[in-house]
Every structure is written in structure tokens, then in C-alpha cells.
């Protein structure tokens, strides 16, 4: 059973573009969640989303950045107008229900590098 | 929200040593999980423990939810033990994990 899966793995982007990030979830996982870790700093929620539906989105930033993950395909994190502060890793999580009864897994990350 | 903190925030340890990673918490929690993520930064999954012990290898966990704290303990360290060590903790609205600052553990030979 492959784990969660995540690509690209290293994405440069310069400034003003926009950066797509994937993730797959584990096999049978419906549930998928998205953490940022800055540089010097710890892992922060973003957003928490089930198949065509997002749930918690408070740690998401107001603009730029957006969340989806349809009904077919994997969950796609989407910041437009990258900025060298959006510089992290980006990690996706999944788990088959939600969380007060189920761990999360996560996939390798998203290494971001605005230049 | 809920408040995670863990201590201490650095380990240095000769291989071979013992060692014990705190994680204190605010609130009662339904999910706690211990991470390591290692030199490449991956984030791996060590235990999922909201409370009891579990062992796995050298690494067992101890969560005592009444008293809202968690122990990681390594016995036997080895150099592929170092990085940072994770706990977090699911927020009362069950959406999302709140990650403590880590402990960063060095372990030479």
C-alpha cells in the first residue's frame, strides 16, 4: 500500500508565478490536510478537506493561496503571485476518517523555493 | 486554541545512551502523535497514542491524558536516531494537528 504521495518533491518558482502542489492520499484515505512548515519554524495547519468538500480552512492565508481536492484526481494546493516568503516545505496528510478516531500520515513534502 | 510544548528543545547524545522527550498539552486531546523528521526532512510516523503506552523497538511512548502530558523514550541511541522529534495534537474541533517546536536530537558516534 503506497504511502501518501506528494510532487513535485522541489518546485522554484520566481517571484509572481504560480506554484501547483500535489497530493495523492494513502489507498482508501478521503480525508486530506495540508501543513506548512517555514523556515526556523514549526508544522501549521492550513487547511483540512474531504473529496469535493473544505472543512477547515482558518489556517490558510486570506489571499493567494487556494485548496481543492475533487471528486476524481489528487488534492491540489494552489498559491497564485508567489512571494520569497512562501519559501517552505509543504506537507500533505491523509487519513481514512477523521482524526479524533484516526492517525494522520504524511507524505514527503513540497519543498517551495521562491527565487 | 490548544498549546502544545515540548522539552527539551535540544539532545545531544553519545550513541548508545537513553533519553526521554517531553510534550506537554493543554487540553484533554483525542489524538496525539509523536513524529521524527529526519535529516532529509521527512516526517515519519512514530506512534499514535491519545493515551496508554506503546512500544515499538527501541522507542516506546507513555501518554497520560489526565494529566496531559506524553513521554518518547529512545533506549539504546543510534546515529540514524538524530533529527527533530516531533509531538502534536488534534484541536477540540477535531480538524487539525497543533505541532509542538520539536526536540532536536543529535546523537554521535
Known amino acids: 500500500n503506497a504511502g501518501v504521495m506528494q510532487n513535485p518533491r522541489h518546485l522554484v518558482r520566481r517571484r509572481g508565478q504560480e506554484a501547483r502542489l500535489r497530493c495523492s492520499p494513502m489507498?482508501?484515505?478521503?480525508?486530506v490536510y495540508w501543513y506548512r512548515q517555514l523556515p526556523e519554524e514549526g508544522l501549521k495547519f492550513m487547511v483540512y478537506?474531504?473529496?469535493?468538500?473544505?472543512?477547515?480552512e482558518s489556517g490558510m492565508p486570506k489571499e493567494r493561496f487556494s485548496a481543492e481536492f475533487p471528486k476524481e484526481g489528487p488534492s491540489i494546493l494552489r498559491i497564485q503571485q508567489v512571494v520569497r516568503g512562501d519559501s517552505a516545505a509543504y506537507f500533505c496528510?491523509?487519513?481514512?476518517?477523521?482524526?479524533?478516531?484516526?492517525?494522520?500520515?504524511f507524505g514527503p513534502g513540497t519543498r517551495l523555493t521562491v527565487t | 486554541g490548544i498549546q502544545v510544548e515540548q522539552s527539551p528543545p535540544d539532545l545531544i547524545l553519545q550513541e548508545g545512551a537513553n533519553s526521554t522527550l517531553r510534550c506537554n498539552f493543554s487540553?484533554?486531546?483525542?489524538?496525539l502523535q509523536w513524529f521524527h523528521q529526519n535529516p532529509w526532512g521527512q516526517l515519519i510516523n512514530l506512534f499514535y497514542?491519545?493515551?496508554g503506552t506503546k512500544q515499538n523497538g527501541r522507542l516506546s511512548a507513555t501518554t497520560v491524558a489526565t494529566e496531559r502530558y506524553s513521554l518518547l523514550y529512545i533506549s539504546s541511541s543510534q546515529t540514524t536516531d538524530s533529527g527533530v522529534y516531533f509531538c502534536?495534537?488534534?484541536?477540540?474541533?477535531?480538524?487539525?494537528?497543533?505541532f509542538g517546536k520539536g526536540t532536536t536530537l543529535s546523537v554521535s558516534s
Open positions: 496528510a491523509s487519513s481514512p476518517g477523521q482524526s479524533f478516531l484516526y492517525e494522520q500520515y
Open positions: 489507498k482508501g484515505h478521503s480525508h
Open positions: 478537506l474531504q473529496k469535493e468538500n473544505i472543512i477547515d
Open positions: 487540553d484533554s486531546v483525542n489524538n
Open positions: 497514542i491519545p493515551s
Open positions: 502534536a495534537a488534534l484541536n477540540q474541533a477535531g480538524t487539525a494537528l497543533i
